[in-house]
């Protein structure tokens, strides 16, 4: 079955600290890989895509994210975390032909001054 | 400005009594979804259309109808509500199928307490 996890459901990082995010799927083809942000009250935004091509994909606010296919993985990382990063991130793999996401359980941030 | 908007973005309400939770897009996207929101277990889709009068279920249903009439509107409806239907739901729209289908843009959400 398809499925999307994240295995670190809170990350407290320093201000000006490198971030890393894990997320792991499982997906039998070639999956379309997302990453999400929500901030406190808000609704999501697409911070990323990865559909074929370069697996380094860069997206807003300084983020980027890698997908290795050896280990189904799709970690997100920034090098310098602000605090206004302080959010949920939810990472996310586009199933089938009904355009359903299958969502992670969320990683919540916490950056510390 | 292009937008997915939903209403109402809070509601208490009591068991059993109906409700429909409304969403509205303005970029003629052909593919409407709603999702719940619950802790640890991220986001799950409830109900998705793919175009005016096609609707399917998602992966929890249960509870829950929908219908799209209009291209722009895909309204959610609970017809006796219960306290596990307490969640924060997200309507999403997308242009259609294919690489860009997955490329969805949420609702602000609405927060729903059912007591």
């Given amino acids: 079955a398809q499925s999307v996890t994240q295995p670190d459901i809170h990350i407290t990082v320093s201000e000006g600290a490198s971030l890393e995010l894990r997320c792991n799927y499982s997906y039998g083809a070639t999956p379309y890989l997302f990453w999400y942000v929500q901030s406190p009250g808000q609704g999501l935004q697409l911070l990323l895509k990865y559909f074929s091509g370069d697996t380094l994909v860069q997206g807003i606010k300084g983020f980027e994210a890698e997908f290795k296919r050896s280990q189904s993985s799709f970690n997100l990382r920034k090098p310098s975390v602000h605090w206004s990063d302080a959010a949920e991130y939810f990472c996310a793999v586009g199933a089938s032909n009904t355009g359903k996401l299958i969502f992670g359980q969320g990683t919540t941030l916490q950056v510390k001054p | ?115």
């Fill in chain 2, 1 to 115: 400005e292009a937008q997915v908007t939903q209403n109402p973005r809070y509601l208490i309400t009591v068991t059993g009594k109906k409700l429909t939770v409304t969403c509205s897009q303005n970029m003629n996207h052909e593919y409407m979804s709603w999702y719940r929101q619950d802790p640890g277990l991220g986001l799950r889709q409830i109900y998705y259309s793919m175009n005016v009068e096609v609707t399917d279920k998602g992966d929890v249903p249960e509870g829950y109808k929908v219908s799209r009439k209009e291209k722009r509107n895909f309204p959610l409806i609970l017809e006796s509500p219960s306290p596990n239907q307490t969640s924060l739901y997200f309507c999403a729209s997308t242009k259609g199928l294919g690489q860009g289908a997955y490329e969805q843009y949420f609702g602000p959400g609405t927060r729903l307490t059912v007591t």
